[in-house]
């Protein structure tokens, strides 16, 4: 869908950059054509099924926190202890002490680690669990479409300025939530450290973020 959308997206551009300020005849061509705007992410964000899915993430975030526990209560005692050790050393001295340094340097290290073996963890299931809405979101969109005669339909991200008539983000949103509420959210473990393969998926990501 996302796709679909950019293609369409892009092809209302060019028409309207091909087009001359001069040429009113050109720009009466598409004169009567039916567009909309559509949101993707709030079609998703305020639909009954994603509020639960956004529940049950929070209620993991949670779950997680609490099972690192015992990981980070060490990590902050030694965090507290390093802190006052600095803390009562002269600057001079303290540029001296590799030591302390190299200790803040280890400690920061595992909390980004435990950090990011969270977000991957809440990252793969929010994935998972959004899969199928995914699915619904297209079937809504395109039920809209044929219901609302619309010919273009442009993501709510590519437009500076619209009006409630054209969005149909609403009218999307009330079509996913007449075919679901709620959806199956099961934690996705993952590796302490990232696999080949999520990297490679995340390189993938960050490629195409950046087109």
């Known amino acids: 869908m996302k796709t679909l ?48 899915i956004a529940d049950q993430l929070l209620a993991l975030d949670k779950t997680i926190d609490s099972e690192f526990e015992a990981e980070l209560a060490p990590l902050r005692t030694q965090a507290q202890q390093l802190n006052a050790e600095i803390t009562a050393l002269s ?74 008539t054209v969005d149909v983000t609403q009218a999307v949103i009330d079509k996913i939530d007449a075919a679901m509420t709620t959806t199956p959210v099961n934690r996705v473990r993952v590796p302490r450290k990232p696999t080949q393969e999520e990297l490679q998926r995340a390189q993938a990501q960050a490629q195409a973020r950046g087109r």
């Open 91 to 164: 600057p001079e001295t303290l540029r001296t002490r590799t030591d302390l340094q190299r200790r803040g340097q280890e400690i920061r290290t595992k909390l980004s680690e435990l950090a990011q073996w969270k977000q991957r963890q809440m990252a793969a299931t929010r994935e998972q669990a959004l899969a199928p809405i995914y699915k619904a979101y297209e079937a809504a969109v395109n039920t809209v479409i044929k219901e609302k005669g619309i010919q273009i339909l442009i993501p709510g991200e590519a437009t500076l300025y619209r009006t409630g």
């Open 5 to 52: 959308l950019t293609t369409l997206s892009l092809a209302l551009f060019s028409a309207m950059a091909a087009q001359s300020p001069a040429s009113a005849q050109e720009a009466t061509a598409i004169t009567g054509t039916k567009v909309a705007v559509i949101s993707q992410e709030l079609s998703l964000a305020k639909s009954k099924v994603g509020a639960y």
